[in-house]
């Protein structure tokens, strides 16, 4: 990536926190395991998603994201979730307009 005079904006800030925290959980290998999946949701969604507690529920999340089957979640399948939940948690982000 070419370094640029300006500062990043606000989205690209968030874009380069996204990658940062996958590569924290995932590690070298660029992909994530079942438990590191849980961790990731637990330690850094816990406002956006309730924790994982039930291996019936990161089970089924798992399988949900995982669309090439080989039991780890790339980072294009990562976003997908971010995209979910992001999607999901619009509305409450969304300022309220008042009619007048």
């Known amino acids: 990536m070419e370094a640029s005079k300006e500062p990043m904006s606000d989205l690209e800030v968030g874009m380069v926190t996204i990658?940062?925290?996958?590569?924290?959980?995932?590690?070298?290998?660029?992909?994530?395991k079942k438990a590191e999946l849980k961790d990731l949701i637990?330690?850094?969604?816990?406002?956006?998603?309730?924790?994982?507690?039930e291996n019936e529920t990161l089970d089924e999340l798992f399988?949900?994201?995982?669309?090439?089957?080989?039991l780890e979640i790339d980072f294009k399948e990562f976003i997908a979730l971010i995209a979910m939940v992001t999607s999901a948690c619009h509305d409450l982000f969304i300022p309220v307009q008042h009619n007048e």
């Open 19 to 32: 990658i940062r925290v996958f590569h924290k959980y995932s590690g070298l290998k660029g992909k994530l």
């Open 42 to 53: 637990n330690n850094e969604m816990n406002h956006f998603i309730m924790k994982i507690q």
């Open 63 to 70: 399988a949900d994201l995982d669309q090439n089957g080989d």
